[in-house]
């Protein structure tokens, strides 16, 4: 009888989850998600950003104080930079393909892309305001290269779009430009990765659809840690966490979620971080 019991309450509980889910208009989520132009895509930031983490025990930073020549075509994106209207972009090419054309510009302050004095301009502007863009205390930047996903991001606190101007005009005109810098290499403690990622789903939604649904969770007893979070306009990240000890019907139910959530309406963040820890 027991057995029964369980059986019929667990059948009760996933119906009304599943009927619970289905009065949530769930949106669909506008990409990119993974915002992978800046030095820190949000898979990780966000990651290291919840609660039960932390930044000096999830990534491990060496510094190698030789200066090196570095070639623009190998970096993957920078940290500081702000696209005209302030877009999200998938890649740093885009990133460049976001600034405006002589047509589309009314300013007077256009970084342009398109000619030679144009590119020799921006190369001008970054040579002479290196020091101040690195914002070290000599004036050579830092590019981090990141092992995991064998990408190369530079730090700096300002010319992100004359970085990304240059950039775009380097790749469609088969140009180059080196500027020197230090590198410093990151590597994921990936034990520490798993630890974090053991026992939380990881959804981001939109933000329409992020309030309610963490409204939802909690009401059906799944621990939300944190509640949920807004990232970017409109995306929000939400955090489940499924012990066992804390609610024993947590995994299944989350598997319930997943099962009803339409295709496009969500990232599962938790299973783009596995793939990569491994």
Request: glycine share 8%.
């Amino acid at each position: 009888m027991k057995i029964l019991g369980w059986i019929h309450h667990t059948l009760k509980t996933d119906h009304g989850f599943r009927n619970a889910l289905k009065t949530i208009s769930f949106k669909e989520l506008q990409k990119p998600i993974i915002q992978t132009a800046k030095y820190e895509p949000h898979a990780f930031s966000l990651f290291e950003n919840l609660p039960w983490m932390s930044r000096k025990t999830l990534v491990h930073s060496r510094l190698v104080a030789k200066k090196r020549q570095f070639s623009i075509l190998n970096l993957s994106g920078v940290w500081a930079g702000k696209t005209p209207g302030s877009i999200h972009v998938d890649t740093f090419l885009d990133y460049g393909k976001a600034l405006k054309s002589v047509a589309e510009y009314i300013n007077e302050n256009r970084i342009g892309y398109e000619t030679e004095t144009e590119f020799k301009d921006n190369i001008r502007y970054l040579n002479t305001h290196l020091k101040h863009i690195a914002g070290t205390d000599d004036g050579i930047p830092i590019v981090c290269y990141r092992e995991w996903d064998d990408s190369y991001y530079l730090i700096n606190i300002d010319g992100g779009n004359h970085f990304a101007a240059v950039y775009r005009q380097c790749v469609e005109q088969k140009r180059d430009f080196k500027f020197p810098c230090r590198i410093e290499h990151q590597t994921l403690n990936i034990e520490e990765c798993r630890w974090g990622l053991k026992d939380h789903g990881l959804l981001i939604l939109p933000t329409s659809s992020a309030r309610p649904l963490a409204k939802l969770l909690a009401e059906f007893g799944l621990r939300i840690e944190p509640f949920w979070f807004e990232f970017q306009p409109g995306k929000s990240l939400i955090s489940i966490g499924l012990d066992e000890t804390i609610h024993p019907s947590g995994r299944r139910l989350y598997q319930c979620l997943i099962d009803v959530l339409p295709n496009g309406s969500y990232f599962d963040l938790g299973g783009h971080l596995r793939k990569i820890v491994g």
